[in-house]
């Protein structure tokens, strides 16, 4: 599927449930993704992309950015404390802090370099064991934490368990932060999106749709 085929159900899903289109963004999750399906998409004018690895965006968006301009490149994966440095000046957002630990590092941070990326709290609305995110009985209190910590807080993210309705995890994701006053969702990917927008999505993780199925490393 296209870039213009995904922008269009964006659109669609939006109209559909009474939302802007200008209040969804749509990432384009370019990891391990060849760089000539990359240019592609940039060619397109498209601007927001989304990496899993500081490591591996660090190795393309600079020469990218290079050729093409501002690109806003948001970080969706994992990210190790070690790299929160190199992470708050390669990236626009950051959309899994996911532990005490990690925000209190981004914080200091944020105070030596004069500047933070807009933040994301990952919610581990599954209670999956082998996931990364704060359970949801502990969300309110890290939330309260992080914005003592004068971080950037956009809003929340959660990635829903494979084998459940993505729906019930978007619901309560959104109801988590309307309680705390966060109006960003980072929900929804190839499969789901539409689903998320109804449920008030503003960021869509959308990859294998608009790229292809990622080549395995």
């Known amino acids: 599927m296209s870039l213009s085929e995904i922008s269009a159900k964006v659109d669609a899903a939006c109209a559909k449930a009474g939302r802007s289109p200008a209040d969804v963004h749509l990432i384009a999750v370019s990891k391990v993704q060849p760089l000539e399906r990359i240019t592609a998409v940039l060619d397109q004018g498209h601007r927001l992309f989304g990496e899993n690895r500081v490591q591996e965006a660090a190795g393309k968006w600079p020469d990218l950015r290079a050729q093409y301009g501002h690109v806003d490149v948001h970080l969706i994966g994992p990210l190790q404390s070690n790299k929160a440095r190199q992470a708050m000046d390669l990236f626009q957002a950051i959309h899994s802090v996911d532990r ?30 082998q996931k990364a995110g704060v359970q949801p009985a502990d969300a309110d209190a890290f939330i309260a934490d992080c914005l003592a910590l004068d971080l950037p807080v956009q809003g929340l993210m ?60």
């Open 158 to 217: 959660c990635i829903p368990p494979i084998d459940e309705e993505p729906s019930l995890h978007f619901a309560l994701l959104a109801k988590i932060a309307a309680r705390n006053g966060l109006a960003g969702l980072s929900m929804g990917m190839s499969s789901d999106f539409e689903n998320a927008i109804a449920l008030g999505a503003t960021h869509v993780r959308v990859g294998s749709a608009i790229f292809g199925e990622r080549e395995v490393q």
């Open 100 to 129: 005490p630990k990690l925000a209190k590092a981004i914080a200091r941070l944020a105070q030596e370099l004069g500047h933070c990326p807009d933040l994301f709290l990952q919610i581990n609305t599954g209670e999956e064991p």
